[in-house]
């Protein structure tokens, strides 16, 4: 009777004694995980993943690869950015996720020659895309603000800006102006056409009675020239 009751108090006293020493390891491991060491981030921009794998086992840090972003200036393959900025310390034996380069973003350039400029841009916009330098020729045949040329050519690719030429009108030219008067509009607009002239009438009829700015006055290539008219039959 006497052993019986010795094992039954032995039974409970090796339990105690067990969850005793659970709770003093567990403690022991609690503070060895809290007050780790702790190590710095290292900057792994431009770096290729061998490069920067390298880097951060030598920290006591892991790699992970988290995505990849296009990049018009980091080379594919190489990484743009790490969510732990560089010198930042953290804990060792921690993962630092880092984002790849896909390289540019290539998109097809769409058509704008013939475009006016302000139209251009409007069309790009739309396309998540946007006119980088704009160049001003002179062009006779193209009227000021239209486009003329652009670089690159549609249906190029894209990879970087857009350039565009756009006309700029005709070289401005000092004329003595005519006399219009008592002549058939159709042949003054022929001649105003010529001399880089517009044209504004007033009034009916196919005959020019009078005009403004006056014979012999200086004008200049791109003004308008306002014009009276009346039936050939009026005196």
């Known amino acids: 009777m006497q052993k019986r009751l010795s094992s039954f108090i032995r039974i409970p006293l090796a339990l105690a004694a067990f ?26 921009a431009n770096m290729s ?26 080379q594919t393959g190489k990484i743009v950015r790490q969510d732990v900025p560089a010198g930042n310390k953290v804990k060792e034996r921690r993962a630092i996720k880092v984002f790849v380069s896909k390289g540019p973003k290539v998109l097809s350039v769409p058509v704008l020659v ?44 894209l990879s970087g800006t857009i350039t565009v030429l756009v006309s700029a009108g005709p070289y401005e030219m000092n004329y003595t102006c005519p006399d219009f008067v008592n002549k058939p509009l159709d042949d ?28 012999g006055t200086a004008i200049r290539s791109g003004e308008t020239i306002y014009f009276d008219m009346k039936e050939v039959n009026t005196p």
């Open 19 to 44: 969850i005793v020493l659970g709770l003093v390891f567990g403690y022991i491991t609690f503070n060895i995980l809290s007050f780790s060491r702790t190590v710095d981030v290292p900057s792994l």
């Open 49 to 74: 993943l061998v490069e920067a794998n390298e880097a951060l086992t030598k920290a006591g840090l892991y790699l992970k690869i988290e995505g990849e972003d296009y990049d018009s200036v980091v």
């Open 114 to 157: 013939g475009e006016m400029l302000a139209d251009a841009e409007s069309i790009l916009i739309q396309k998540g895309l946007r006119i980088g330098k704009v160049i001003t020729v002179h062009a006779d045949s193209v009227e000021k603000g239209r486009i003329v040329a652009q670089r690159p050519e549609p249906d190029e690719n």
């Open 188 to 215: 003054a607009k022929e001649l105003a056409k010529k001399m880089g002239l517009l044209i504004e009438t007033k009034g009916q009829g196919t005959i020019i009675a009078g005009q403004k700015p006056k014979p």
